[in-house]
């Protein structure tokens, strides 16, 4: 199982990303899907989570501005990111949470910069 992330980039102070993550491989079922960020000198942190036909879950930083949505037939979770500000800035890492296993993409980096 792999997770193929892709979004990142480098995006002025106020401006939007949209950030996607695939499952590939086999995954007989997913309980969540989310995503997580590490900025440098800090630890990695809960972005955003949800539950496959649950509800989803913000940190309070980007509650508003962020949204998770996941498309389960195709495996996979967006993070629509609006409004954003240089605390954003991070790589920010795909999660699949599935029986008995924890699923990690690779990262992505977003920098938010003018």
């Known amino acids: 199982v792999q997770l193929v992330e892709s979004g990142g980039g480098l995006v002025q102070p106020g401006g939007s990303l949209r950030l996607s993550c695939t499952a590939t491989?086999?995954?007989?079922?997913?309980?969540?899907m989310g995503w997580y960020r590490q900025a440098p000198g800090k630890e990695r942190e809960m972005v955003a989570h949800?539950?496959?036909?649950?509800?989803?879950k913000y940190s309070d930083s980007v509650k508003g501005r962020f949204t998770i949505s996941i498309d389960g037939a195709k495996k996979t979770v967006h993070l629509q990111m609006n409004s954003l500000i240089a605390e954003d800035t991070a790589v920010y890492y795909c999660?699949?949470?599935?029986?008995?296993?924890?699923?990690w993409g690779q990262g992505t980096q977003v920098t938010v910069s003018s």
């Open positions: 491989g086999t995954i007989d079922r997913i309980y969540s």
């Open positions: 949800r539950h496959y036909g649950g509800e989803s």
């Open positions: 999660n699949v949470l599935a029986p008995g296993q924890i699923y």
